[in-house]
């Protein structure tokens, strides 16, 4: 694939997206007006709106709830502190331990 | 979770075999005696091991992509699992379930977090997955979310077993109980293969905290979305 045909498909593929975001914005956000990114410019150190709207979006969709965060650093200060009283789990594994080993 | 249920399997077995000989398996015996099963399995058992702890690390070592590299850092600590098993005295069961508790709890951490950064950090429109696949993906997060990385980084250096972290004690535990039994090669593959592998969890790090550089791909990317956008501009106005 060359660098023109790599443009078209690129453009076309944009032209489809921008097509869904307008009937997304009349059908759920009841935006009439025209939606429709400027060109970027990293210059101006804004970003278009298109791009704040697919964020919006991905953080609807997929965001990172309270009970991961809340997993992650639980397990984490387990991994960490466990040097302050290992004795918990070292006598659970030791009470294991000779159950299976002595039948 | 299947990892785990076959290793309990294993430890089933491998302790309750003369039992099962001796009470129920009473025809059996002969078979014992004449094959001497429980040293093939220990034997079986310290060559799986051997193998798993050196083709985990040095296999891993060349890994771009982190769940690939993770799932070779599995076939490492199999190994350490599988030594403790075989050694199969009252210690070496103790430091083998200890082993698994602290490996699935680092494991499922770093699982957990790889996720997380997935879904927070930032992509443009043009991303076609929230997924970190490469390790390369990882570079300079640790500017954009601190406190995520730090947690990584903590299981990162607690699977490389470094102290006073969880995982420094469950390797101390197993070469400790190998070594009281008189497995002393084992031991110092052990300790080789734990220094091997300690490299790739640190290279992770260290991508972790890089900075990231505009580079040529980058470029690329970005000069491509600027004429995508252009010619979406043009193509707009023209239809209007």
Redesign the interface.
Known sequence: MNQQQILFYNSRLSYITAEIIKYVNNKFYNLRESFWPRPYTATEGLEPSIFKYFELMENKKFKMSSYHSFLISTLTLSILLFILKPTLILNSTLLLSLSLFYI | MPKISILIFL??VY??FK?LNVNILGEFQYLNETLNMNSVIKNLLLLSSLLSLIIGSVVGLVQTKIKRLLAYSTISHIGFILLALAINS?QS??S???YI?QYT??N??IF??I??LG??R????FSKS?DINEINEFKGLFFSFPL?CI?FS??LF?MAGIP????F?SKQFVLYSALQNGYNFMSIVCILVSVISASYYLKIIKVLMHEEAPNEKNHIK?S?????????????KN?H
């Open positions: 430890l089933e302790t309750g039992y009252e069961i103790d083998f379930l200890f508790i709890i680092t499922l951490n957990l977090i996720i997380g879904y927070i930032k992509e443009g429109i929230i995520i947690c903590i299981c607690s006073p972290l969880m995982g004690f970005y491509l979305n600027q004429t995508n956008t252009n010619a979406l501009d043009l193509e707009y239809s």
